[in-house]
């Protein structure tokens, strides 16, 4: 057993109807964020490549998959427009 | 209508007064708060189309715990406000409303988009647009317009700015958050044009009206945009220097 983070991330569609686009998991154990979904998906490519700001501690530079729970924090504040938007961080007990 | 100013719905009419009307007045059908952190709500209005709702107590404690009385609706109505002056049209339109027992900005939803993560964006909106755009970023002193605070009209190529909120105003600048402008450098598109001077002139000779019932925070924009016309009036063209 292990517990593991994950932030989701909806994107709006045409009818207004949210869509699941990916999952950020992060275990303890590997400290670097994973992606469940489309990674041709271009928000998905970009955030990989480009990396988001550290909203919630104001830290210069930016974040990447690598940095773990500093990344997985700072989605929500990366995604708040509405028309695509991120959970907080939430956990839950896996199998390992 | 303006271009790209459609509802899912098309509202009655449709210059930007018609949908300002809607959104401070029309009848509320729904009101579906979305799946995220921030409680938007996405709100159908009869007969008139859908808009999100950003409520004002969802980000307080950014504003609170900088000691500021501005809100994200002020800082989205500011925005609003000087980009209906310049009549540049990038930002959807946006009125403040109480829905239920909350404060917040009602904007209407742009219903067929893509964002700025798709690659060759700036290839596809018309090159005055960005030009516009990155003249708006450089006059409010923008500190955050990344790949997601922009959307562009699936059907027309039409650029909207969005999320004009605290850290839009007031994140720490780590000289990073200014994407549209970067663009308009690499394409070479930061000289003004008649149409932009003449917008630049028009937005000075309407400071007063912005001050008018302008919170501290608020004028501080408003007068940093003064300064900054000014600079991009002087100059011809976007300075090169970062924002």
């Known amino acids: ?96 | 209508m303006s271009e790209g100013q459609k509802f899912e719905v098309p509202p009655k009419s449709h210059d930007p007064q018609s949908v300002e009307a809607v959104l401070e007045k029309g009848e509320i059908e729904s009101a579906k708060e979305l799946e995220g952190y921030w409680g938007i709500q996405l709100v159908k209005i009869k007969d008139d189309g859908d808009a999100l709702f950003r409520r004002d107590d969802a980000t307080s404690i950014w504003f609170e715990e900088e000691g500021l009385e501005v809100r994200r609706s002020d800082l989205e109505l500011i925005a609003y406000k000087i980009d209906q002056i310049l009549e540049f049209n990038l930002i959807p339109t946006v009125t403040n409303r109480t829905i239920g027992e909350y404060n917040g900005s009602l904007q209407r939803r742009i219903s067929s988009f893509y964002d700025g993560h798709s690659v060759g964006w700036e290839n596809d909106v018309r090159p005055e647009e960005i030009t516009r755009a990155a003249i708006f970023d450089y006059l409010l002193d923008v500190r955050d317009r990344h790949n997601g605070n922009f959307i562009i009209d699936a059907d027309t190529d039409k650029l909207w700015l969005i999320d004009h909120d605290f850290f839009m105003f007031f994140r720490e600048d780590f000289g990073a958050g200014a994407r549209i402008v970067e663009k308009a450098r690499m394409k070479g598109l930061v000289n003004l044009s008649e149409i932009e001077i003449a917008s630049l002139e028009r937005f000075l000779a309407n400071v007063d009206t912005l001050m008018i019932d302008a919170k501290p925070k608020v004028a501080e924009i408003i007068k940093k945009a003064v300064d900054r016309a000014k600079i991009l009036l002087k100059e011809g063209r976007i300075p090169t220097a970062n924002i």
């Open chain 1, 1 to 96: 057993m292990m517990l593991l983070y994950f932030v989701e991330l909806y994107e709006l569609d045409n009818n207004a109807h949210q869509n699941k686009i990916a999952t950020f998991r992060l275990t303890e154990e590997s400290g670097v964020v994973e992606i469940d979904g489309d990674h041709e998906h271009a928000i998905i490519k970009d955030i990989q490549w480009e990396g988001i700001f550290d909203y919630k501690y104001a830290r210069p530079g930016k974040l990447y998959l690598y940095d773990g729970m500093k990344f997985l924090e700072n989605l929500k504040y990366h995604f708040r427009s509405g028309y695509l938007l991120a959970t907080d961080v939430e956990k839950k007990i896996v199998d390992n």
